[in-house]
């Protein structure tokens, strides 16, 4: 099946510091990628769409020059929380979508998740 | 914009039937879905659903009224490792997917 796998599972990290987190299709290509943020007893919110070769399409209301996506080849995009706040401290999940030939569908198969810590 | 309802939470016994409802009313509609979440990690895959109707997979069905932007999932013979958040998510018509709040579920023995 379609394996996405994203590194750290944690961090933790002081204010004013940026974290790269990286989201990976394991065996599988992935054109699309998709990035959210999860607030506690809160559901997923979309962050930004992540194209490969192609800069992301954010939602409204997320600052591209903080939230830096970049999605440099078919199984890897990564997501830079650039100089961190306590309050940017959230789940952030990613998932990539999977287009399979004669399925009617389009499949998103998400990350585990890694969470933030900002002190 | 993109509105999805769902309750917040809803309690269930072991062995009995549990339905959960979800509510949209999206900008452009190509499939609704659900998902399970467990505390601390990420939804896995339960149901989709793009046309009228409802699907069937197991102990879990989900059905979809298009014209009423209504959508269920039931869970049948509900067991204890169903505790858990269950998200519906909407997918717009660039493949988009937008999540309502989820609904936390707790089954009691």
């Known amino acids: 099946g379609a394996v996405v796998s994203q590194h750290p599972s944690w961090v933790i990290c002081k204010s004013g510091t940026s974290v790269k987190i990286e989201c990976r299709s394991l065996?599988?290509?992935?054109?699309?990628m998709f990035w959210y943020r999860q607030f506690p007893k809160q559901s997923l919110m979309l962050m930004a769409t992540?194209?490969?070769?192609?800069?992301?399409?954010?939602e409204q209301g997320v600052e591209k020059d903080k939230f830096l996506i970049n999605h440099a080849s078919l199984t890897l995009s990564t997501l830079t929380v650039t100089s961190a706040h306590p309050e940017d401290s959230s789940f952030y999940i990613c998932s990539a979508r999977v287009s399979r030939k004669g399925a009617e569908y389009n499949e998103q198969f998400f990350g585990p998740g890694t969470r933030l810590t900002v002190l | 914009g993109q509105n999805i309802d769902q309750p917040t939470e809803m309690t269930a016994t072991e062995g009995a039937i549990v339905q959960i409802n979800c509510t949209y009313q999206?900008?452009?509609?190509?499939?609704l879905f659900w998902y399970q979440q467990h505390a601390g990690e990420a939804p896995t895959f339960l149901s989709y659903n793009v046309l009228d109707g409802l699907e069937e997979k197991g102990r879990f069905s989900s059905f979809l009224s298009r014209s009423k932007g209504y959508s269920y999932l039931l869970l049948k013979e509900l067991q204890m490792k169903d505790s858990a958040s269950y998200l519906c998510a909407v997918r717009d018509g660039f493949n988009k997917f937008y999540f309502g709040s989820g609904t936390k579920l707790n089954v009691k023995p």
């Open positions: 999206t900008s452009g509609f190509n499939g």
């Open positions: 992540s194209n490969e070769g192609s800069k992301a399409t954010y």
């Open positions: 065996d599988f290509q992935a054109t699309t």
